[in-house]
């Protein structure tokens, strides 16, 4: 890797050290686009939520819970994406251009070949992971199909997670910013003539929303993959006499693999969640589906400041910097909580309206409503898991969020979300307090652990 020179859309940005300077002014400067970039990533599902809502009840829980279940699978491939950001941020920090080009090349590799494995996998048992979770045999009709476009996708998709991830890790966030502003236009501007059958398209349904993100990210993708190999972004990536290096993949997959188990923890614990909302009908599975796209959309942009810290973190250790890698972390949970506060206002005092622009089903407004406002508890911890749990994954230390996840989740959230409803007259109302119950467990541990300082010694 090399930085980019004789052209004006570099410059200073690119040549920025990231490990210097104003630590607010640091984190401000990579947040505002990877707080864009995620609101882009969550306004996709979204879109499709909104127009999936004006096909039905059953359309909306067949998309939310299919989603879910990708998610499961996608998880691994995502914890790989945390793999590269960490050895990349590291090898950017301590000035090892060639590293870093040598991990992306890896990465790439890597991601497209476990997504062609998955693509193979989820063709067969889609159908069955929905019938496990006892839903209604038209929801699994349509989001068996939803899922088996997302995967297949995924190929295509995983070019852009390695590209946004790449650039990102070495400070440069406005290009991916750039990128999936076009891409979500496109997506936008697509969703409904697929979904519909607008104009000369065909009338896809449920499947018209799945094929506009694939095709979306996709072009995200290419578009990716081209910049980073013509020397449009801070990282300059080439084949030329590529090679397969074990060391590098082998410490990719020893912080990659505990964020993809952290991931698929939490996505399945998920899974589980909505297998006791079930019971409560279909209208309950759509309010709980369309709360925890509503919830994703709200931490989005704030979350992106937990993605800015854990850079700047693993810069900062890379340039043997740890105490500033600390301040950092404490700062970003500060600002985060902030905007929290700012966010669980709005949700209090105008939630159904939003939710209506989704379905105005009243029971669904009641229960989706009830379960945000249940949420806003969670709200005031938020900013310390999501940037503390961020900063730990961007210096590489991904056992710890691993083993607290897979701590709170099985032993805290999925008991409580299961007798909560069963032994108080909570109803389905008490799986939302038992998810609300972990966030504050997790919240405690990460900000003791992060106090201690272990992570400061962590070698990748």
């Not at 899922?147 to 991916?176: H, K, N, Y």
């Not at 979904?195 to 449920?206: H, Q, S, Y």
């Not at 900063?391 to 996840?405: A, F």
Request: net charge positive; charged share 15%.
């Amino acid at each position: 890797m090399e930085e980019v020179r004789g052209s004006s859309t570099v410059g200073a940005t690119f040549e920025r050290d990231w490990t210097k300077g104003s630590i607010v002014r640091n984190l401000l400067s990579l947040w505002w686009p990877m707080a864009i970039s995620g609101l882009l990533m969550s306004l996709g599902p979204t879109i499709d939520m909104i127009w999936v809502g004006r096909l039905g009840t059953h359309s909306i829980a067949a998309v939310g819970v299919a989603g879910m279940a990708v998610m499961v699978i996608n998880s691994l491939r995502i914890g790989l994406y945390q793999g590269l950001r960490a050895i990349v941020a590291r090898f950017v920090g301590a000035g090892d251009k060639r590293g870093a080009n040598l991990v992306t090349q890896q990465a790439f590799v890597i991601a497209v070949a476990f997504s062609i494995f998955t693509a193979i996998i989820g063709q067969f048992f889609s159908e069955p992971i929905l019938m496990l979770l006892g839903l209604e045999a038209d929801v699994v009709a349509s989001g068996a199909a939803y899922m088996r476009i997302q995967f297949v996708g995924g190929v295509t998709m995983s070019l852009w997670g390695v590209a946004e991830a790449g650039m990102q890790a070495s400070g440069d966030a406005v290009t991916p910013m750039k990128i999936s502003v076009g891409a979500r236009l496109l997506h936008v501007a697509l969703c409904p003539f697929l979904i519909f059958g607008w104009w000369l398209f065909p009338r896809l349904g449920v499947n018209g929303a799945a094929l506009t993100g694939v095709f979306s990210q996709g072009i995200a993708g290419g578009i990716g993959l081209w910049f980073l190999v013509s020397e449009r972004t801070r990282l300059r990536l080439t084949f030329r006499n590529f090679r397969f290096d074990g060391n590098i993949i082998w410490r990719m997959l020893k912080i990659g693999i505990p964020a993809g188990i952290n991931n698929m923890e939490r996505s399945f614990a998920d899974l589980v969640l909505m297998w006791f909302i079930v019971p409560f009908g279909t209208i309950a599975v759509a309010a709980h589906s369309l709360a925890g796209r509503m919830d994703g959309f709200i931490h989005m942009p704030s979350s992106g400041l937990g993605q800015s810290a854990g850079v700047l973190a693993g810069q900062n250790l890379g340039a043997g910097k740890p105490e500033r890698a600390e301040r950092t972390g404490w700062l970003a949970a500060g600002l985060f909580t902030g905007v929290m506060v700012i966010a669980s206002l709005v949700i209090w005092f105008w939630v159904e309206p939003l939710v209506r622009i989704f379905n105005a089903t009243p029971a669904l407004v009641e229960i989706a409503s009830t379960f945000l406002r249940i949420q806003i508890v969670s709200y005031m911890l938020f900013g310390i898991v999501m940037v503390l749990m961020n900063c730990l994954n961007g210096v590489g230390d991904t056992m710890i969020t691993m083993l607290t996840t897979l701590i709170t989740m099985w032993l805290v959230v999925v008991p409580l979300a299961y007798f909560l409803p069963r032994v108080t007259d909570l109803g389905v109302y008490g799986v939302r307090w038992g998810i609300v119950s972990g966030t504050i467990i997790r919240g405690v541990i990460f900000a003791i652990y992060f106090k201690l300082g272990r992570w400061k010694r962590k070698k990748v």
